[in-house]
């Protein structure tokens, strides 16, 4: 197949009208050619969104413990341009979270959609008053055996833990020999939070959200990462969890290359309003917004491409939009 004519973002992310060459389903060249094809003028071609940060879509939940949940994740997002994905995981039980591990590791590499770079472990080394939609009763201090272990099931891309817990220090040191260690559901003050990032820690999961805020004077985690350079952080763009000149502002402290915009979409996602369930929790969608009883916000019922329209209606420019949902 032979795509003609195509405004292409490559990887340079700069915008060039040219061609694409196709074969079984691979890109094999990008550039001028005089083989026939099909015309896509006034057409554009982007690179495959990926989503870092997803528990589920379609009913299905990244810690069913099913292998066949995990596959309509992976189709379900490939139909919105979304070409890979981390599997996110809850703060559960050991043995749930061993069944969960052991069902992505069963369909990676069978993928039939969007492919699996690795695991995204959400807890259980979280900060109880930051919890969130994570259910408390499985809130636990870091533990860099059972990390191990689950890793040896399935490989571990990101491991998401609260800096100021006890322990958090040295499990992120060893840690991120292995994988990106995140600053996630924490009650961090902008002192702990440094401390972490000269320590092991590199990311932020879904920035101002479930961490202490900025304030004048104690700046909390996200005034961390703003001040600490080469540290990324994640953005949820669905209109709900950040406000869009929180997001403008985000964008234009961390630049084009440190923010990683994801859905943390749960089953609810392209499924509509009703009663669902996550970690263990009820949530109930209204009007696309998720929240547990208590009017806690939890999750998104959101799509990283959906996303990427609403960056551009925010007043993002195109090529930061574009490389935030994809590089």
């Known amino acids: 197949m032979i795509i003609k004519n195509a405004l292409v973002y490559g990887a340079d992310f700069t915008p060039e009208t040219t061609d694409i060459e196709i074969e079984n389903g691979i890109i094999k060249a990008i550039g001028k050619t005089d083989k026939d094809g099909e015309d896509f003028s006034g057409l554009t071609v982007l690179p495959g969104f990926i989503d870092i940060h997803i528990h589920g879509t379609r009913l299905a939940d990244s810690s069913s413990g099913e292998a066949e949940q995990i596959a309509t994740i992976s189709k379900a997002l490939a139909e919105h341009g979304i070409t890979s994905f981390c599997p996110t995981t809850m703060t559960l039980p050991h043995d749930?979270?061993?069944?969960?591990?052991?069902?992505?590791?069963?369909?990676?590499?069978?993928?039939?959609?969007?492919?699996?770079?690795?695991?995204?472990?959400?807890?259980?080394?979280?900060?109880?008053?930051?919890?969130?939609?994570?259910?408390?009763?499985?809130?636990?201090?870091?533990?860099?055996?059972?990390?191990?272990?689950?890793?040896?099931?399935?490989?571990?891309?990101?491991?998401?833990?609260?800096?100021?817990?006890?322990?958090?220090?040295?499990?992120?040191?060893?840690?991120?020999?292995?994988?990106?260690?995140?600053?996630?559901?924490?009650?961090?003050?902008?002192?702990?939070?440094?401390?972490?990032?000269?320590?092991?820690?590199?990311?932020?999961?879904?920035?101002?959200?479930?961490?202490?805020?900025?304030?004048?004077?104690?700046?909390?985690?996200?005034?961390a990462v703003f001040d600490t350079d080469g540290v990324t952080a994640e953005l949820i763009c669905d209109g709900f969890h950040n406000h869009p000149a929180i997001i403008r502002m985000a964008f234009r402290q961390l630049g084009e290359d440190r923010i990683c915009v994801i859905s943390d979409s749960m089953s609810a996602a392209d499924n509509g309003d009703g009663e669902y369930e996550l970690g263990g929790q009820t949530v109930y969608v209204r009007d696309g917004k998720a929240t547990l009883a208590d009017g806690t916000i939890a999750a998104s019922t959101s799509n990283v491409f959906d996303e990427f329209k609403n960056l551009l209606e925010f007043g993002i420019d195109f090529r930061s939009a574009l490389k935030a949902c994809t590089a």
């Open 96 to 223: 749930t979270l061993v069944n969960a591990f052991t069902a992505v590791a069963e369909y990676m590499g069978k993928e039939e959609g969007a492919y699996i770079h690795g695991i995204n472990m959400e807890g259980p080394y979280i900060s109880l008053a930051k919890k969130g939609a994570q259910a408390a009763e499985h809130v636990r201090k870091p533990d860099f055996e059972e990390f191990a272990q689950l890793n040896g099931i399935c490989p571990i891309k990101l491991a998401d833990v609260a800096p100021e817990e006890d322990g958090a220090i040295e499990f992120a040191e060893k840690a991120s020999e292995i994988c990106t260690v995140s600053a996630a559901h924490t009650s961090a003050t902008f002192a702990q939070a440094k401390h972490g990032f000269e320590n092991g820690f590199t990311h932020a999961t879904h920035l101002f959200n479930a961490m202490t805020p900025i304030q004048n004077r104690e700046p909390g985690v996200p005034g």
